[in-house]
């Protein structure tokens, strides 16, 4: 069955810090990749995805991702951390030749210390 | 442009009790989706509308829960009778386009949701 980890439950960072934040998905083919970023109250908000071409994806407010395709990863980067980047970040994957149903990871949550 | 729309935000209710959430998508959208999300979990799809019909209901407890997307709009999720374990955030979110067998790159909007507490 289709799957998306996301070892990471926590992580806490200094301000102006770089960021990584990991997800690794098990599927039999290349899946659609997303992240999301969801603040306290708020909806699921869109970063960034990936559905074919380069592997190296930019996305919204400095965040970029990588789909490494030997290691089934899709981690999130960001170069200088903001303290409003303080949130819950979902790793998801989409299933091509389906529906459009997302099979989301359990979140990390990014904590940012002044 | 307007997002998603849910009402209520927040919901307390007794176990054994019903309730019952609202969702307009954005404007022209003809997919909707629900999601129910527990606290320390990712979302997971309960339900997809396209247009007024569903494309899957797969994972969507069929004796308590319903849902319906009459005249392809908004939508309400119903929960008759609630139990402990439904206590989650609903999420509602929307796509533009219809998935119809071929490969949809259609991005998700999701609403604020609403956050359920069963005592």
């Known amino acids: 069955a289709q799957s998306v980890t996301q070892p990471d439950i926590h992580i806490t960072v200094s301000e102006g810090a770089s960021l990584e934040l990991r997800c690794n998905y098990s599927?039999?083919?290349?899946?659609?990749l997303f992240w999301y970023v969801q603040s306290p109250g708020q909806g699921l908000q869109l970063l960034l995805k990936?559905?074919?071409?380069?592997?190296l994806v930019q996305g919204i407010k400095g965040f970029e991702a990588e789909f490494k395709r030997s290691q089934s990863s899709f981690n999130l980067r960001k170069p200088s951390v903001h303290w409003s980047d303080a949130a819950e970040y979902f790793c998801?994957?989409?299933?091509?030749?389906?529906?459009?149903?997302?099979?989301f990871g359990t979140g990390t949550r990014l904590q940012v210390f002044p | 442009e307007a997002g998603v729309a849910q009402s209520p935000r927040y919901k307390i209710i007794e176990k054994r009790q019903s309730v019952a959430f609202w969702c307009n998508p954005i404007?022209?959208?003809?997919?909707l989706y629900w999601y129910q999300q527990i606290l320390g979990q990712g979302p997971k799809l309960l339900i997809q509308?396209?247009?007024?019909?569903?494309?899957?209901d797969s994972q969507l407890p069929k004796d308590r829960f319903s849902a319906e997307r009459l005249k392809g709009v908004d939508s309400t999720l119903k929960i008759q009778p609630a139990k402990l374990e439904d206590s989650a955030v609903y999420l509602c979110?929307?796509?533009?386009?219809?998935?119809?067998?071929?490969?949809?790159?259609?991005?998700?909007?999701f609403g604020p949701g609403t956050r359920l507490t069963v005592l």
């Open positions: 990936y559905f074919s071409g380069d592997t």
């Open positions: 509308f396209q247009n007024n019909g569903v494309v899957d």
């Open positions: 599927y039999g083919a290349t899946p659609y």
């Open positions: 404007s022209g959208h003809a997919t």
């Open positions: 998801a994957v989409g299933l091509p030749h389906n529906t459009d149903k997302l099979i």
């Open positions: 979110a929307s796509s533009l386009f219809e998935t119809g067998g071929l490969i949809s790159t259609d991005t998700q909007y």
